[in-house]
């Protein structure tokens, strides 16, 4: 009899075991799903705005904003709903853009989500050609069973500068060893007829002209990292 109790209570285990093992992939795939159901439908949201730009119809605004909404533009701007939508215009003539979102990121938890992208827009002003680079952030709330877009805030990515060629022999100028703080130097040296810079503790890196005073790092979107007019490093 106890050996009967015993294997119904094993078997008893067993089962919510396995329940519990088959079930929980379940339970995860479902809310996989979900959650790219619910990115899918934010991006459609955001594209709809930003498809209503260039035109400037003002009606996807006005439905997915929420009147207590916070929206920091890319000329550091802090707007309210109606501020933002009462600029809204149709762009100028001889004026034409569109916007396109890429590499999405989204997180979720229940009625709050968060969108992040980069915005590629394409604009052409009297026949010359713009592709400035914004990257977005968005914050959604869920009330009565929509989104509504709550905080936003825009920043426009900046590019590289562009080099340009000067003589080789206007490097030895600022070629040296530059004190930033006691016991941290920033090294100015010449290899291979590349100009490098390197901090104490730091990779080698090299410097690239602007004009024939002001140097940047390569691969730097953060401005100069060396004027030779002042003689000062960043």
Not at 62 to 85: C, G, H, P
Not at 107 to 112: I, K, P, S, T, V
């Amino acid at each position: 009899m106890k050996s009967a109790c015993g294997f119904l209570l094993w078997l008893a285990r067993a089962i919510v075991l396995l329940s519990l093992g088959v079930l929980a992939p379940v339970q995860t795939t479902a809310q996989s799903k979900s959650d790219a159901a619910t990115e899918k439908e934010l991006v459609a949201i955001a594209q709809e705005l930003f498809d209503a730009v260039a035109v400037g119809n003002k009606a996807p605004w006005e439905k997915y904003l929420a009147d207590d909404m916070i929206y920091t533009d890319e000329n550091w701007q802090i707007l309210t709903k109606k501020e933002l939508v009462e600029g809204l215009k149709p762009l100028p003539k001889g004026y034409s853009g569109t916007i396109r979102m890429v590499n999405v990121q989204s997180r979720l938890n229940g009625d709050a989500a968060v969108l992040s992208y980069r915005l590629l827009e394409e604009e052409t002003v009297f026949g010359q050609k713009l592709t400035p680079t914004y990257l977005e952030t968005d914050t959604y709330f869920k009330r009565k069973g929509r989104w509504q877009l709550i905080a936003a805030h825009v920043i426009v990515m900046p590019s590289e500068r562009k080099a340009i060629t000067i003589r080789p022999e206007q490097y030895d100028s600022i070629m040296g060893q530059y004190e930033l703080t006691p016991g941290v130097n920033y090294t100015i040296t010449r290899e291979d007829g590349k100009l490098v810079g390197q901090r104490t503790g730091r990779a080698k890196e090299e410097l690239l002209p602007a004009d024939d005073n002001t140097f940047f790092r390569k691969g730097s979107i953060r401005g100069e990292r060396f004027s030779s007019a002042t003689r000062t490093v960043e």
